[in-house]
């Protein structure tokens, strides 16, 4: 009778370990978050394989006894293991008890545990314990997971490859090392040391650990609270950035969590400041009542839902965003060697930041600047926002410190103009700094609704394909609301007669096409978003472009423009406006400086 029960429990947890673990990665993190409820201060991680041949975690946990060892990888005495240290004080780990017995049901698990008062040694196959032990009494556990998915075949084919097993483990380490700074973290891999964290209890430390001395030096601290939330943690400069979102870390009260809300929110802040397929690197903790938390949605993927969202979400908007437009942001043309004490102790492991520091991958703007230039749209917009500002609704920004004075000296390749301060030498790229100018310009004049028109001598008369005019024809409220006034004239064909006085006076019909079109293109309408398109694609469209001859007067008045923008650093792409040497750059390059 017994047997049978036996058998039905074996079969029970297989059942289970379909749920829970279906990856290494699955087992990594049961074992290292048991490691974290046993309070351990080191947590040693060693796979063979990426683990699929073996996981070894070694902590220095508080232990168990010798009941408590057994009773763990028995089904039915999972509650005792429920008494999690849970940080969000919820169910929200609800598979947790029963991790182990389905763990030790696909692999063979030896375990040595010690509370200090007894020593245990379980070897246990297939689910069964086949050897209890005594052990030596040294503190801590050591878990052992071999031979993973043994005897479940099909399983094993599904695994995904090494490579993408081990950076999943990698990813998940590594957060769990910036949501415990004040523990010790090694992962190794076939002997290979991934990584190796202090655990000395500062983030900046471990982001260092993790990501390297470069990322490590370009990181702003951030703090912010409200009356349901207090955020903490580290973004990086703009000019650092990844290809993927990889590098977002969220936490909730200190535990790795996922939001795509969240992720949104950081990335608005960082709009136009970074180019759109770029991500900054960010460790975001978010204190909060965990009443305002619901992790129900999917355990095992770490997503959570909050409640009072909007106020989160302001929160870190201006939290980040305030950060931003307090910071001077020109990227150095030469990166410094990060080598003060603080950082002293480590080599730089980082491996892809390096290149990706400068990786822009817009290649749709590089190839539309190659293309033969039509002289007619190549202008700067000099003449609408040197003198009357006010009349065409622009707002004076009050001079911005961030850039102090600058005076350009000449130019390269007939793009990059070369300034100087007592600071060191500038490069402004002329077409992106024409770009961010314009582009405010642009975006504050359509998000106030400026009305103000101007009437052509000779109206403008555009003809468009027939199905594009009727997808216009359904959206002239648009062009009402911009304050244009036409009529329709015969098949297909509008007429303008006036239009608003912040397009670019040189070549206003270009730019009129250009919006039709956007209307046209649009599919869902949404204010917001059309205002974003039209400013940066006139911006990018109608300003002085590279190789376009500009006189030095010409660049005295595009710098001062420049300094009046909200964001000098960075054109709507996202793409660098200005960079420099420094003085003591210019001395160490030419050795008169060490
Ligand atoms: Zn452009
Ligand atoms: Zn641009």
Same mark, same amino acid.
């Given at each position: 009778m017994s047997k049978i029960k036996v058998m039905d429990e074996a079969l029970a947890n297989k059942i289970a370990a379909g749920e829970v673990v279906e990856k290494t990665m699955n087992v990594v993190k049961e074992l290292v978050e048991n490691s974290i409820d046993a309070k351990a201060s080191i947590i040693k991680i060693e796979l063979i394989d990426s683990g699929v041949r073996e996981i070894k975690v070694i902590d220095d946990g508080i232990g168990m006894d010798r009941d408590d060892a057994i009773l763990a990888f028995s089904r039915h005495a999972t509650s005792k293991l429920k008494t999690l240290d849970d940080l969000f004080n919820i169910n929200s780990l609800g598979f947790r008890g029963e991790a182990l017995p389905s763990i030790a049901s696909v692999s063979n698990v030896y375990l040595k545990t010690s509370d200090g008062i007894t020593g245990t040694e379980l070897t246990i196959e297939g689910g069964k314990i086949k050897e209890v032990l005594s052990a030596d009494l040294k503190k801590g556990t050591t878990i052992t997971v071999t031979n993973l998915f043994y005897n479940t075949p099909v399983r094993l084919k599904y695994l995904k490859s090494l490579y993408t097993e081990l950076a999943n483990i990698t990813d998940y380490v590594n957060k769990m090392a910036l949501s415990y700074p004040n523990r010790k973290f090694i992962l190794k891999n076939n002997d290979k040391e991934l990584l190796n964290t202090s655990g000395n209890g500062d983030l900046l430390k471990t982001i260092l650990n993790i990501y390297? #001395?470069?990322?490590?030096?370009?990181?702003?601290?951030?703090?912010?609270?409200?009356?349901?939330?207090? /955020? +903490?943690?580290?973004? +990086?400069? =703009?000019?650092?950035?990844?290809?993927?979102?990889?590098? /977002?870390?969220?936490? /909730?009260n200190n535990r790795v969590v996922k939001n795509y809300?969240? #992720?949104?929110?950081?990335?608005?802040? %960082?709009?136009?400041?970074?180019?759109?397929?770029? @991500?900054? @690197?960010?460790?975001?903790?978010?204190? #909060?009542? =965990? %009443?305002?938390?619901?992790v129900n949605v999917h355990p095992t993927k770490m997503e959570v839902k909050f409640s009072k969202v909007d106020s989160l979400l302001n929160l870190i908007y201006e939290t980040i965003s305030n950060k931003l437009s307090a910071k001077t942001l020109i990227p150095k043309a030469i990166q410094d060697n990060v080598e003060d004490n603080y950082y002293k102790d480590l080599e730089s492991k980082d491996l892809e930041v390096n290149d990706n520091l400068y990786d822009y991958q817009n290649a749709e703007e590089s190839k539309q600047e190659k293309t033969k230039k039509n002289l007619t749209e190549i202008t700067f917009d000099f003449s609408n926002s040197a003198s009357n500002t006010k009349d065409n609704g622009h707002q004076e920004v009050e001079e911005d410190a961030r850039i102090k004075n600058m005076y350009p000296i000449g130019i390269v390749h007939g793009t990059y103009i070369i300034c100087e301060n007592e600071l060191g030498m500038f490069i402004i790229d002329q077409h992106a700094a024409a770009e961010r100018i314009n582009y405010e310009k642009y975006y504050h004049a359509l998000s106030t609704h400026s009305k103000n028109?101007?009437? #052509?001598? /000779?109206?403008?008369?555009?003809?468009? =394909?027939?199905?594009? @005019?009727?997808i216009l024809e359904q959206n002239f409220h648009i062009l009402d609301n911009l304050g244009f006034k036409y009529e329709e004239f015969g098949n297909n064909t509008i007429i303008i007669r006036s239009h608003p006085t912040w397009l670019p006076k040189y070549a206003p019909l270009e730019a009129i096409k250009k919006i039709i079109d956007i209307i046209i293109k649009e599919e869902d309408f949404d204010e917001e978003k059309f205002n974003e398109k039209v400013a940066i694609t006139l911006a990018c469209k109608m300003s002085i472009k590279a190789g376009d001859v500009i006189t030095l007067p010409d660049m005295t008045y595009l710098i001062n423009q420049l300094k009046k923008t909200k964001n000098p650093f960075t054109c709507p792409h996202g793409r660098p406006t200005i960079i420099t040497y420094t003085k003591y750059d210019l001395e160490k390059l030419f050795k008169r400086a060490m």
């Amino acid at each position: 009778m017994s047997k049978i029960k036996v058998m039905d429990e074996a079969l029970a947890n297989k059942i289970a370990a379909g749920e829970v673990v279906e990856k290494t990665m699955n087992v990594v993190k049961e074992l290292v978050e048991n490691s974290i409820d046993a309070k351990a201060s080191i947590i040693k991680i060693e796979l063979i394989d990426s683990g699929v041949r073996e996981i070894k975690v070694i902590d220095d946990g508080i232990g168990m006894d010798r009941d408590d060892a057994i009773l763990a990888f028995s089904r039915h005495a999972t509650s005792k293991l429920k008494t999690l240290d849970d940080l969000f004080n919820i169910n929200s780990l609800g598979f947790r008890g029963e991790a182990l017995p389905s763990i030790a049901s696909v692999s063979n698990v030896y375990l040595k545990t010690s509370d200090g008062i007894t020593g245990t040694e379980l070897t246990i196959e297939g689910g069964k314990i086949k050897e209890v032990l005594s052990a030596d009494l040294k503190k801590g556990t050591t878990i052992t997971v071999t031979n993973l998915f043994y005897n479940t075949p099909v399983r094993l084919k599904y695994l995904k490859s090494l490579y993408t097993e081990l950076a999943n483990i990698t990813d998940y380490v590594n957060k769990m090392a910036l949501s415990y700074p004040n523990r010790k973290f090694i992962l190794k891999n076939n002997d290979k040391e991934l990584l190796n964290t202090s655990g000395n209890g500062d983030l900046l430390k471990t982001i260092l650990n993790i990501y390297g #001395v470069v990322v490590a030096s370009k990181m702003l601290k951030i703090a912010g609270e409200n009356n349901d939330y207090k /955020i +903490s943690g580290y973004i +990086s400069y =703009p000019e650092l950035t990844k290809s993927n979102r990889s590098s /977002i870390t969220l936490l /909730i009260n200190n535990r790795v969590v996922k939001n795509y809300e969240v #992720v949104k929110a950081i990335l608005e802040s %960082f709009h136009t400041y970074i180019p759109k397929d770029r @991500y900054p @690197y960010a460790v975001l903790n978010i204190e #909060v009542d =965990p %009443f305002l938390v619901d992790v129900n949605v999917h355990p095992t993927k770490m997503e959570v839902k909050f409640s009072k969202v909007d106020s989160l979400l302001n929160l870190i908007y201006e939290t980040i965003s305030n950060k931003l437009s307090a910071k001077t942001l020109i990227p150095k043309a030469i990166q410094d060697n990060v080598e003060d004490n603080y950082y002293k102790d480590l080599e730089s492991k980082d491996l892809e930041v390096n290149d990706n520091l400068y990786d822009y991958q817009n290649a749709e703007e590089s190839k539309q600047e190659k293309t033969k230039k039509n002289l007619t749209e190549i202008t700067f917009d000099f003449s609408n926002s040197a003198s009357n500002t006010k009349d065409n609704g622009h707002q004076e920004v009050e001079e911005d410190a961030r850039i102090k004075n600058m005076y350009p000296i000449g130019i390269v390749h007939g793009t990059y103009i070369i300034c100087e301060n007592e600071l060191g030498m500038f490069i402004i790229d002329q077409h992106a700094a024409a770009e961010r100018i314009n582009y405010e310009k642009y975006y504050h004049a359509l998000s106030t609704h400026s009305k103000n028109t101007i009437d #052509v001598l /000779i109206p403008y008369k555009i003809e468009l =394909p027939s199905h594009e @005019y009727l997808i216009l024809e359904q959206n002239f409220h648009i062009l009402d609301n911009l304050g244009f006034k036409y009529e329709e004239f015969g098949n297909n064909t509008i007429i303008i007669r006036s239009h608003p006085t912040w397009l670019p006076k040189y070549a206003p019909l270009e730019a009129i096409k250009k919006i039709i079109d956007i209307i046209i293109k649009e599919e869902d309408f949404d204010e917001e978003k059309f205002n974003e398109k039209v400013a940066i694609t006139l911006a990018c469209k109608m300003s002085i472009k590279a190789g376009d001859v500009i006189t030095l007067p010409d660049m005295t008045y595009l710098i001062n423009q420049l300094k009046k923008t909200k964001n000098p650093f960075t054109c709507p792409h996202g793409r660098p406006t200005i960079i420099t040497y420094t003085k003591y750059d210019l001395e160490k390059l030419f050795k008169r400086a060490m």
